[in-house]
């Protein structure tokens, strides 16, 4: 398995709306990925994929978009009190998953808990904080955050963190556990290329 199996693929959006749609999107793909393998190695790999986008993604949404969404749309600081809420809880739910393992016979039972509250969560972004975004921002501030969003993912933690949902903690933590997160991978790929 090569590096570019576990990295989210770069989009080309230049909206943030479009790109962070499309990486939900990617994002249910990833669950069904993870689904349809089969036991082992293919499980654990896909697995993996949907943790580090899931990561990544949540985190660039935390620097970026949140903050801009406070201060830009209607109620934002509800609305992104209540995003940040569902992403703790994803994160918990995703660390605990982790925690068991893709050969646990409870491993799809949890992995469809984790589905539902992370489709539910995005669901509620493009709803209530996205589709709000897009009609209260140009163009120009929208592709302006598409490159914010990209910068942030590139030093995202690649595993969740729970209690690291606001920018200061992202900004405190978030580059020594990419660190961190990116060297554990690291090890882990050279172990599996060992047979290990």
Known sequence: MNDRQTVPEPMSENDVVDLLVRQHATIRDLFDEVEEASAGTQRAEAFQRLVRMLAVHETAEEEVVHPYARITIEDGNEVVD?????EKEAKQLLVDLEKLGT?????????????????AHARAEERYEFARLRARTSVAERRAMAAGVRAAEALAPT????????????????????IVDRTRDAIRQAMRGQGG
């Open 82 to 86: 209540e995003r940040l809420a569902e």
């Open 103 to 119: 050969g646990h016979p409870e491993f799809s039972e949890h992995l469809q808990v984790l589905r539902a509250a992370v489709l």
């Open 159 to 178: 595993h969740p963190h729970p209690g690291t949902e606001s920018v200061v903690m992202n900004l405190l933590f978030g580059p020594p556990l990419a």
